[in-house]
């Protein structure tokens, strides 16, 4: 069974473009979170989608969107990127069961540097 | 607001040690808490799962307990080897769909 994919593995951006990173969930999963790692913040949360639909947001600007797709794939975009949005981005899939069961499985990350 | 330390930031030991990490969380009324390890500049690997409802969870030589009433949690390591020098992490859910993570342990277990 294949693992978590995202894609693309790296990315190099300048200041003020946008960016659109990918994530394909373990087959069947249909809860995809997004997170962003950096060495001074660690690990924070961005956002979380199941079936369509963003059920939750984390502390962050507007810059920072995602979506899912019918298929459980999910994309986020970052608009007018800045120096302090380079980062490792990584994407967690979860299958939910019933009585809260919810392990999650990450990718293997898309690491970002905004010159 | 739920925050989630660990203790200690960083471990060294010497091979064939059995080690525990930590890690304390300031809101009990959690869904699960997930202990995960990273290598450098990797994702993570998810390790144990323990939902609310349990006390511990056991694969291999590595056990988690969970003790919801005092807010912690910790990661037991038997026999540690070289392959498991890496940095661990706990996240706790608190059923908002999200998970909040540590800031890690980062461990070196030498030959």
């Known amino acids: 069974k294949a693992g978590v994919t995202q894609t693309p593995r790296y990315l190099i951006k300048t200041r003020g473009q946008q960016v659109t990173l990918s994530c394909s969930p373990i087959?069947?999963?249909?809860?995809v979170s997004w997170y962003q790692q950096t060495p001074g913040q660690g690990l924070q949360f961005l956002f979380e989608?199941?079936?369509?639909?963003?059920?939750n947001k984390g502390n962050f600007p507007g810059r920072f969107s995602g979506r899912q797709f019918s298929n459980s794939r999910s994309e986020m975009n970052v608009s007018t990127l800045e120096l302090g949005d380079s980062a490792l981005y990584l994407c967690?899939?979860?299958?939910?069961?019933?009585?809260?069961?919810?392990?999650?499985?990450f990718g293997p990350g898309t690491r970002l540097t905004v010159l | 607001k739920q925050e989630v330390t660990q203790i200690p930031a960083a471990l060294s030991v010497p091979e064939g040690e059995n080690l525990v990490l930590n890690c304390s969380f300031t809101?009990?009324?959690?869904?699960?808490l997930q202990w995960f390890r990273q290598d450098p500049g990797k994702g993570l690997t998810s390790l144990l799962l323990?939902?609310?409802?349990?006390r511990e969870q056991t694969s291999g030589r590595l056990n988690a307990s969970l003790d919801k009433s005092s807010g912690r949690s910790t990661l037991y390591i038997a026999a540690s080897q070289p392959g498991d020098s890496a940095t661990y992490l706990c996240?706790?859910?608190?059923?908002?769909?999200?998970?909040?993570f540590g800031t890690g342990t980062r461990l070196k277990v030498l030959a």
């Open positions: 809101d009990s009324a959690i869904y699960n």
């Open positions: 967690a899939s979860s299958l939910e069961l019933a009585g809260g069961y919810n392990e999650q499985f």
């Open positions: 087959s069947g999963h249909r809860s």
């Open positions: 989608y199941f079936s369509e639909t963003q059920r």
């Open positions: 323990i939902q609310s409802s349990q």
């Open positions: 996240a706790v859910s608190a059923g908002t769909y999200k998970y909040i």
